[in-house]
C-alpha cells in the first residue's frame, strides 16, 4: 500500500497502542500532524518541550506503558533533554520523536538544525537518526522494544522532515509493519537477560537461610518489574525485614510488620540503623545510591551483599556483591522463594525472632545526634523566643530552620518543627523595601529605583 511517512509514522504509533501523545508542534514536525486529525491518538498540547517530557515520564509511572512526547527540531528538541536524562535516571520508559530539518540540510548549519543523537547519546538507552522514510515503521518497533524490555529507558527518534512531508517525494513508500523476528534480527546486539542463573540462584538461597540478621533492600525495579507479590511472598516465607528506597514506595505496604520503612539520608532511623547492623542485604532492583549508603566505607560493613538487577552494569558498580544474579526481578525472586523452599522453606533458616525484634525496636529509640539536638534546643529556648519575636530576621525568617545543606551521605536527624502560615514573617528584601521599611505598622515604603509607593496589607 503506498503511503507517506507522515501517516506511517502515525499508523506505527497506533500499532504499538499508543493512546496519548505530548507534544509541541514546530516547523520541522509539522507534517506529522496532519495524520493527527484522523487517528484516535489524543495530541496533549503543552506549552514547553519540557512539561511534554515530563508529562510522558508521569504517563509512563502511572501507567506502566511507555510515554510519548514528539517535539520539533532544534530548540524543541534541546528543551527536552531534561526529561529525557530523568527518564535515563529513573529507567522511565518513553519513546520521544523529534523532528529535524530536511536530509539535504543536515550538517550545513542550517536553521533550527542540531545534532539532537550526539546531544542524548549519554541520556538515552538508545536514539536514532532516520534517514528513509521505508525505515519509520521499524525504527518505531525498535524504539518501543527497547524502551519497554530489559532495563526500561527513553528512546529517541529523530525524522527529517522530507521523509514525513507529504509534498515531498522523499516520503512516498510502501507500508510494510516489521515482525518480531525483524525487530530481533535488526537489533543483534541486543539480548537482555531476564532469567537468574540456576547456581547463583542456589548460592543466594543458601545464604539466605544461613544470615541471622538479613534485610531486604528492595529498589525501583521491583515496581519496574511488577513483583510487589513476589516480594512480598519472599519476605513472609523467609520471615526478613524489608526497607524499600524512594523508587521503591509502594513496593511493600507501610503497614506490614516487616516493613522497616525508607534508608538513607532522607530515610528514618530504623530503617538506616537496621541495614547497618545487618550482615545480610538482600539488593532487588536497587542501584547503592549515595544517599542511601553515604560513605560508601562505612555503610554495611558486616553485610555480605546479594544484588539482583536486570542491568548487569548496576552489579558492583558501587558496592561489590557476593553473589551477583542479573534478570527480571520478578523471576528472579520466584526463583529465590523455589530455592529457598526446596531447602525447607522458613523451616530451614536461622530463627530470626530476634533480630525482627531487635529491627522494630529501633523505631521507639530516639537517636544519640536527635537527643543532642534537644538538649541543645532546650537549653537556646530563650534565644530562640527573642529571635523569633523580631519582625524581620536578617534575611529570611529564623523560624523556617534554615541550615546549610549537609555533605553527601551524612543523614539529617534533626527534624524541623512544622511553621504555619500565620506564623510567617515577610523578610526584608534590599530591592524593594527601604532601610527603613516597617510592614507592622502599616507605613508605606518606598522602592530604591522608582520611588513607587508600597502599601502593605496591614495599613487597608
Not at 500532524?33 to 504517563?59: K, N, T
Not at 515531498?168 to 513508500?173: D, F, V, Y
Not at 513496593?251 to 530504623?270: I, Q, V
Request: charged content about 20%; glycine content about 10%.
Amino acid at each position: 500500500m503506498n503511503t507517506n511517512g507522515g501517516d506511517a509514522l502515525i499508523r506505527s504509533l497506533e500499532l504499538e497502542g499508543v493512546e496519548v501523545i505530548f507534544g509541541l508542534p514546530g516547523g520541522a514536525i509539522l507534517p506529522v500532524y496532519d495524520p493527527i486529525l484522523d487517528s484516535p491518538i489524543r495530541h496533549v498540547l503543552v506549552r514547553h518541550e519540557q512539561g511534554a517530557g515530563h508529562m510522558a515520564e508521569g504517563f509512563a509511572l502511572a501507567t506502566g506503558r511507555p510515554g510519548v512526547a514528539m517535539v520539533t527540531s532544534g530548540p524543541g528538541a534541546t528543551n527536552i533533554v531534561t526529561p529525557l536524562a530523568n527518564a535515563y535516571m529513573d529507567s522511565t520508559p518513553m519513546v520521544c520523536i523529534t523532528g529535524q530539518v530536511p536530509s539535504v540540510a543536515i550538517g550545513t548549519d542550517a536553521f533550527q538544525e542540531c545534532d539532537i543523537t550526539g546531544i542524548t547519546r549519554g541520556v538515552t538507552k538508545h536514539n536514532e537518526l532516520v534517514t528513509r522514510a521505508e525505515d519509520i515503521p521499524l525504527a518505531i518497533r525498535q524504539a518501543f522494544h527497547i524502551a519497554t524490555t530489559g532495563r526500561p529507558g527513553p528512546v529517541l527518534v529523530d525524522i527529517p522532515k522530507d521523509i514525513v512531508d507529504p509534498t515531498n517525494p522523499n516520503s512516498a513508500m510502501d507500508w510494510h509493519w516489521p515482525t518480531d523476528a525483524d525487530v530481533a534480527s535488526s537489533l543483534p546486539g541486543y539480548k537482555p537477560t531476564s532469567k537468574g542463573h540456576p547456581r547463583k540462584i542456589k548460592e543466594a538461597a543458601a545464604l539466605i537461610t544461613a544470615a541471622s540478621r538479613p534485610v531486604i533492600y528492595a529498589g525501583g525495579g521491583i515496581l519496574k518489574a511488577r513483583a510487589a507479590e513476589a516480594l512480598r511472598e519472599l519476605a513472609e516465607l523467609t520471615g526478613i525485614p524489608v526497607v524499600t528506597t524512594l523508587m521503591a514506595r509502594g513496593a511493600f505496604p507501610d503497614d506490614h510488620p516487616l516493613c522497616l520503612g525508607m534508608p538513607g539520608m532522607h530515610g528514618n532511623y530504623t530503617a538506616v540503623t537496621a541495614m547497618q547492623q545487618s550482615d545480610l542485604l538482600i539488593a532487588l532492583g536497587s542501584r547503592f545510591d549515595d544517599r542511601v549508603t553515604g560513605k560508601l566505607a562505612g555503610f554495611a560493613p558486616d553485610a555480605k551483599i546479594i544484588h539482583v538487577d536486570v542491568d548487569p552494569a548496576e552489579l558492583g558498580k558501587v558496592r561489590r556483591p557476593d553473589v551477583p544474579i542479573v534478570g527480571d526481578c520478578r523471576l528472579v525472586i520466584e526463583e529465590l522463594i523455589r530455592a529457598v523452599r526446596a531447602l525447607g522453606g522458613s523451616e530451614s533458616t536461622v530463627d530470626l525472632t530476634p533480630w525482627r525484634q531487635t529491627a522494630v525496636g529501633l523505631a521507639g529509640e530516639v537517636p544519640a545526634g536527635l537527643r543532642a539536638v534537644r538538649r541543645r534546643r532546650t537549653a537556646q529556648a530563650p534565644v530562640r523566643a527573642r529571635a523569633a519575636a523580631r519582625p524581620f530576621a536578617r534575611g529570611h525568617d529564623r523560624r523556617l530552620g534554615r541550615r546549610p545543606a549537609p555533605d553527601v551521605g551524612q543523614p539529617v536527624l534533626e527534624v524541623q518543627p512544622p511553621v504555619h502560615v500565620g506564623e510567617l514573617r515577610w523578610p526584608r528584601h534590599h530591592g524593594l523595601l527601604g532601610a527603613r521599611g516597617d510592614r507592622r505598622q502599616g507605613r508605606s515604603t518606598r522602592t530604591a529605583r522608582s520611588g513607587r509607593s508600597m502599601v502593605t496589607a496591614a495599613s487597608r
